[in-house]
């Protein structure tokens, strides 16, 4: 049975439980341990780790990164999680949950550069490194054992230690046949996990999983599929296509083939971006549409900014709510033409907005492009709106200003705080 040690990097084809070498009992074992090559690497409790490292008469502590009392948590240390603090809870539920937490403001220009450095040793192991977020990647190896002079499963280890040394944070990695798999294996044994799963096994791990595990499947699809009667990823993996499209209409057959262990897509250097978005949480509700337009203005202003710098447009839009009883609304439009223009984008969202301002109090509100279009096609202008290449031209002006004197050098009314 293959094995590999973490610590030494001893590798050979019996199986130990312990190193002969060193001694750790930090060893993998698997039969294919040393032929698999697609793996994610998913760094642990990155914000958080990256703010203890920074200081470290916190280590001890329970560290939460996150906003003030109305926000959420970016990320929250191990210790915190012990107490149940999770990403995207609420800020005061999780120091209700863990009242003596430390509370630290995201620093994400911090958490950037200590990734970037993250995803340059990545990328000294295999050119085919897929960025997921700041702290996550999903690499594929193969190919690259005659350049490291070692098979992908102890070149990644190599990489671990290396991060652990060079960066003072940790990794986990999930080592499988493929991209899914390889994402579930890392979420197995967190923090500092290694786990393998190879792709004959795959199908029988998920199997007694709940439908939750599955990437994809969020609060509204795991109650459909409970409604349905299917509470686990096996009894999902039985459907046949026919019947998978019939109950679930046309992601029925990823569904149930992704219950499989199946996914047949290649880790691509070149992430596809599909939607950019910007959102603010209010330090008290807003209820009446005035209240709210002001905030809209401004992040319809953020996000037209966001277009710019990663070269895109927007060719419909979707405005999010949350009310105060953390119930989300969403309402969404198609774009006659495609646009990064903050005007043209406020008045899209403008009549969504209104029909939403019906009394309610809400917390959060955000603005999202998708799909989005190449920037060329933004703001080109015909007969029915022969000024918008004009209006382009000035918000380019208006940026430029900004760039050299503060965002604050010009304001629009509207975006203007009470």
Same mark, same amino acid.
């Given at each position: 049975?293959?094995?590999?040690c973490?610590?030494?990097?001893?590798?050979?084809?019996a199986? =130990?439980?312990?190193?002969?070498?060193? +001694?750790?009992r930090r060893?993998?074992?698997?039969?294919?341990?040393f032929r698999?090559?697609v793996a994610?690497?998913?760094?642990?409790a990155?914000?958080?780790?990256?703010?203890?490292?920074?200081?470290p008469?916190?280590? !001890?502590?329970?560290v939460?990164?996150g906003?003030?009392?109305?926000?959420?948590v970016?990320a929250?240390?191990?210790i915190?999680? &012990?107490?149940?603090?999770?990403?995207? @809870?609420p800020?005061f539920?999780?120091?209700?949950?863990c009242?003596d937490?430390?509370? %630290?403001?995201?620093?994400?220009a911090?958490y950037?550069?200590?990734?970037?450095?993250?995803?340059? @040793?990545m990328?000294?192991?295999?050119?085919?490194?897929q #960025?997921?977020?700041?702290d996550?990647?999903v690499?594929?190896?193969a190919?690259? *054992?005659?350049l490291?002079?070692?098979? #992908?499963?102890?070149?990644?280890?190599r =990489?671990?230690? $290396?991060?652990?040394t060079?960066?003072?944070? &940790?990794?986990?990695?999930?080592?499988?046949?493929?991209?899914?798999?390889?994402?579930?294996?890392?979420e197995?044994?967190?923090?500092r996990?290694?786990?393998? %799963?190879?792709a004959?096994?795959?199908?029988?791990?998920?199997?007694?999983? #709940?439908?939750?595990?599955?990437?994809?499947?969020?609060?509204? @699809?795991?109650k459909?599929?409970?409604a349905?009667?299917?509470?686990?990823? +096996?009894?999902v993996?039985?459907?046949? /296509?026919?019947?998978?499209?019939r109950?679930?209409?046309?992601d029925?057959?990823s569904?149930? &083939?992704?219950?499989?262990g199946?996914?047949?897509?290649?880790v691509?250097?070149?992430? *596809?971006t599909?939607?950019i978005?910007?959102? &603010?949480?209010?330090?008290?509700?807003?209820?009446?549409?005035?209240?709210?337009? $002001?905030?809209?203005?401004?992040?319809?202003e953020?996000?037209?900014r966001?277009l710019?710098?990663?070269? =895109?447009a927007a060719?419909?839009?979707?405005?999010?709510?949350k !009310?105060?009883?953390f119930?989300?609304?969403?309402?969404a439009?198609?774009?006659?033409?495609?646009?990064?223009?903050?005007?043209?984008?406020?008045?899209?969202?403008r009549?969504?907005? /209104?029909?939403?301002?019906?009394?309610?109090? =809400?917390r959060?509100? +955000?603005?999202?492009?998708?799909p989005?279009?190449?920037?060329? *096609?933004?703001?080109?202008?015909?007969?029915?709106?022969?000024?918008? #290449?004009?209006?382009?031209?000035?918000w380019?002006?208006?940026e430029?200003l900004r760039?050299?004197?503060? *965002?604050?050098a010009?304001l629009?009314g509207r975006?203007?705080?009470?």
């Open positions: 049975m293959p094995s590999l973490r610590d030494c990097f001893a590798h050979a084809e199986d =130990f439980a312990r190193c002969a070498t060193c +001694g750790s060893v993998v074992t698997h039969p294919d341990l698999l090559t994610h690497v998913d760094c642990d990155f914000y958080a780790s990256v703010e203890k490292r920074d200081r008469e916190l280590l !001890t502590r329970p939460i990164v906003g003030g009392k109305r926000g959420v970016s929250a240390c191990y915190a999680r &012990t107490r149940g603090v999770r990403s995207a @809870m800020m539920k999780a120091l209700a949950a009242p937490a430390v509370v %630290i403001k995201p620093d994400m911090k950037v550069r200590e990734g970037r450095r993250i995803r340059a @040793m990328e000294a192991l295999t050119p085919l490194v #960025p997921m977020s700041i996550e990647a690499l594929d190896l190919g690259t *054992e005659a490291h002079g070692a098979p #992908p499963a102890v070149v990644l280890a =990489f671990a230690r $290396a991060v652990e060079e960066i003072r944070v &940790t990794v986990s990695i999930g080592l499988a046949a493929n991209r899914l798999m390889a994402k579930l294996a890392a197995r044994d967190k923090p996990g290694f786990a393998v %799963i190879s004959g096994e795959a199908a029988g791990w998920l199997a007694p999983q #709940p439908v939750s595990l599955l990437p994809g499947v969020g609060p509204a @699809m795991a459909r599929l409970h349905a009667g299917f509470a686990t990823l +096996g009894q993996a039985a459907l046949d /296509a026919r019947e998978a499209v109950r679930f209409g046309e029925g057959l569904l149930v &083939t992704r219950a499989r199946e996914d047949a897509r290649r691509t250097p070149d992430r *596809e599909k939607s978005s910007a959102e &603010t949480t209010f330090e008290t509700d807003l209820s009446s549409r005035e209240a709210l337009e $002001a905030p809209l203005w401004r992040l319809c953020k996000l037209a966001r710019r710098e990663k070269d =895109f060719a419909g839009i979707t405005l999010k709510l !009310t105060a009883a119930a989300t609304r969403t309402r439009v198609r774009l006659p033409q495609p646009t990064r223009l903050p005007d043209v984008l406020f008045a899209a969202a009549p969504m907005l /209104a029909k939403e301002a019906d009394g309610t109090a =809400f959060l509100i +955000g603005i999202g492009a998708q989005l279009a190449p920037a060329a *096609e933004a703001d080109r202008g015909d007969l029915a709106d022969p000024e918008a #290449p004009k209006r382009a031209a000035r380019q002006a208006v430029a760039a050299k004197f503060g *965002e604050d010009v629009r975006g203007l705080k009470k």
